[in-house]
């Protein structure tokens, strides 16, 4: 069977399931523990489910089915997931319950035998590879009351036409490409996600033409490494692997290309994209943020480390310098650009000098938003056999004072907005003050301010008027 038969089959179990629920109110809750492209993949379970005929709960006491899609990047995930699988065990008995855990940390073998001895009650374990397949393992589930483990490891396909259930009506995200071919040595998700693979350009112009068409105005393009959209593709092309007969990549062959053509689309106001490596950050990519006027100016780029030492044990492939020019480059040739970035604190090895180094670069940069992580240790991974762990207090002390630098350069950088006047694309109510509204810059930054309803879905002209440090204050 190809991918697209493969589909087509769901569909059918889709419709047997809908068939069996029948004159049924069944509903089901959904817990997202992992990344926006984890989200993305709830947005196709939920797609899938609502199209069986179940409805969306966010109580699970009146829930007929629990999923659970999964994260394992980080430690404290497994707890969690344990703990929840845990309060359900009664919750089953009540209602019939049936669980279904997929996602990530279902690719790890450990974690499948611990839940298949501590937790023998799940119905069905899926993995990153066969979510769509939930419709059928369902459907054996309700019909058969088969418990199902249905989990391949190979290096992915690409599915595509999966229904989709989206969480906003603004802001849609696109995964245009699965899998990681990095392998940072600190880093699972190369294992539980397999090898890279683009989807092909015209099924990713063709979701954000629908998303245009139905109102969306920011589109998110998700995957790993998303400047090396469709370069192990290219790569197989030139080698003469593949064939590109039907001219699928005639005319867009790269993801600068990529984005030059989103951009075009009517409708779209904002166009982000995460993550970038640095590694891959290419002329051409440059260029085409700065000719693109949808494309955000802010640049998520995942520094991990300052130290070209730790960068080295990282796999990362570029040293302190190259990061730092690139930043430089992308200032020059963009003056607006900000930018964004993830780091690790308490890599294998990491002297106070490498982390003296990644305070450095974060002094340099002045970064509008930082995503700090404390190393943890991933079973499989190369970290996890690296000598001179670093003691725990010792990442927490470092971790405390990387948090103080950098709310330090955000209060500072708020403060310039002051005055400035911002397009915000208004997103809906604000959360805490229900007079006010909530939108982004162009620059992520949350802004509150007093308006009318109608301008949810707008891109409006606000002027700051006050700074808070998650948030700033405007009026249109
Ligand atoms: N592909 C993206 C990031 C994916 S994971 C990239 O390369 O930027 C998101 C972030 O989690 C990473 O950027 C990293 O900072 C963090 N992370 C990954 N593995 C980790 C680990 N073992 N311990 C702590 N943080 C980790
Ligand atoms: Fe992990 Fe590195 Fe791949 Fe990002 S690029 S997913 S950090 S291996
Ligand atoms: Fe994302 Fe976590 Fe998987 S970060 S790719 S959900 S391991």
Redesign the pocket.
């Known amino acids: 069977m190809n991918e697209l038969e493969e589909i087509e089959l769901q569909k059918e179990y889709i419709k047997k399931v809908k068939e069996l629920n029948k004159n049924k109110i069944l509903k089901y809750n959904i817990l997202t523990m992992g990344?926006q492209l984890n989200e993305n993949d709830s947005e196709k379970i939920c797609g899938m489910l609502e199209e069986m005929g179940y409805i969306a709960t966010d109580n699970i006491e009146e829930a007929s089915l629990a999923i659970f899609n999964t994260c394992c990047?980080?430690e404290n995930a497994e707890e969690k997931l344990f703990g929840k699988i845990g309060e359900l065990k009664n919750i089953r008995k009540n209602n019939n319950l049936i669980i279904a855990i997929g996602g990530c940390m279902m690719q790890e073998k450990h974690i499948i035998e611990k839940i298949k001895k501590s937790f023998p009650y799940v119905d069905i374990i899926f993995g990153t590879h066969t979510l769509h397949k939930l419709p059928e393992n369902l459907y054996k589930v309700i019909e058969s009351k088969q418990k199902v483990k249905d989990i391949i490891d190979i290096n992915g396909k690409v599915y595509e036409n999966l229904p989709i259930k989206r969480e906003s009506k603004i802001i849609g995200s696109v995964t245009i490409m699965y899998g990681?071919n990095n392998f940072?040595s600190?880093?699972?998700?190369p294992y539980v996600r397999g090898r890279e693979r683009s989807r092909k350009p015209d099924d990713i112009i063709n979701e954000v033409k629908e998303l245009a068409k139905n109102g969306y105005k920011e589109i998110v393009l998700l995957g790993?490494?998303v400047n090396s959209y469709l370069r192990s593709e290219m790569e197989e092309i030139r080698a003469g692997k593949r064939t590109d007969e039907k001219g699928l990549y005639s005319k867009i062959d790269s993801f600068a290309k990529l984005l030059r053509e989103i951009n075009k689309i009517e409708g779209i106001e904002r166009i982000r994209f995460i993550?970038p490596?640095p590694k891959d950050f290419t002329d051409d990519v440059i260029d085409a943020i700065k000719d693109s006027n949808k494309v955000s100016k802010l640049i998520h780029l995942?520094l991990?480390s300052g130290s070209t030492k730790m960068l080295r044990a990282m796999n990362r492939k570029y040293t302190k310098e190259e990061y730092l020019n690139l930043v430089q480059k992308m200032k020059e040739k963009i003056p607006e650009v900000k930018f964004s970035t993830?780091?690790?604190v308490g890599f294998a090895g990491e002297t106070e000098e490498d982390f003296e180094d990644t305070l450095d670069v974060v002094r340099k940069v002045g970064f509008e938003q930082v995503?700090m992580?404390?190393?943890?240790i991933?079973k499989g991974t190369p970290?996890e056999k690296m000598e001179n762990q670093i003691p725990e207090e010792i990442k927490h002390k470092r971790f405390d004072k990387l948090k103080h630098i950098v709310e330090d350069i955000m209060a500072e950088n708020n403060k310039a907005y002051i005055g400035t006047n911002q397009k915000v694309l208004v997103e809906g109510l604000s959360k805490n003050n229900e007079e006010f509204l909530s939108g982004r810059t162009d620059s992520n930054k949350i802004v509150v301010f007093k308006g009318n309803k109608s301008l949810i879905g707008k891109l409006v002209n606000i002027k700051i008027v006050s700074e808070h440090m998650w948030y700033l204050k405007g009026e249109i």
């Open positions: 990344c990047v980080r990681c940072c600190y880093c699972i998700v790993q490494n993550s490596h995942p991990q993830d780091i690790i995503y992580f404390i190393y943890s991933r970290g």
